[in-house]
C-alpha cells in the first residue's frame, strides 16, 4: 500500500505561480510513474505531466513551458512547479502513483483567479 498526501493548492491571480507538493509512503519501494492529473468541473481527468523513476518528464502541450515536474526519490517526493498560471489552469490537482498498482491522491484545489 501506499499513501499519497498532496499540499500546495490554493489562490493564485493570474501569471502566478504554486508549486504542489505530493509525499508517498508506504511501499514506495517499488513506485515507478508518479504523476500529476488535473480534473476541472464537466471535463474528464487529464494528465498534466508525469515522471519515470529515471527522471524522464512527459507534459500535456497546454503546460509546456510553464510546468515543471520533478522528484525526489530519497524523499518519495513529487513536485509540480506552476508558473505563468493561466485562466483555464484551475482545477482539482491529483497526485498519480503506480507501482503496477495505481494509487490517487486526494486532491488539491488550484484556483486562478484576479
Known amino acids: 500500500q501506499v499513501q499519497l498526501v498532496e499540499s500546495g493548492g490554493g489562490l493564485v491571480q493570474p501569471g502566478g505561480s504554486l508549486r504542489l507538493s505530493c509525499a508517498a509512503s508506504?511501499?514506495?519501494?517499488?513506485?515507478?510513474?508518479m504523476a500529476w492529473y488535473r480534473q476541472a468541473p464537466g471535463v474528464e481527468r487529464e494528465l498534466v505531466a508525469r515522471?519515470?523513476?529515471?527522471?524522464?518528464?512527459n507534459y500535456v502541450d497546454s503546460v509546456k513551458g510553464r510546468f515543471t515536474i520533478s522528484r525526489d526519490n530519497a524523499k518519495n517526493t513529487v513536485y509540480l512547479q506552476m508558473n505563468s498560471l493561466k485562466p483555464e489552469d484551475p482545477a482539482v490537482y491529483y497526485c498519480?502513483?503506480?507501482?503496477?498498482?495505481?494509487?490517487w491522491g486526494k486532491g488539491t484545489l488550484v484556483t486562478v483567479s484576479s
Open positions: 515522471i519515470t523513476s529515471n527522471g524522464n518528464t
Open positions: 508506504g511501499s514506495t519501494f517499488s513506485i515507478n510513474f
Open positions: 498519480y502513483v503506480t507501482t503496477g498498482i495505481v494509487y
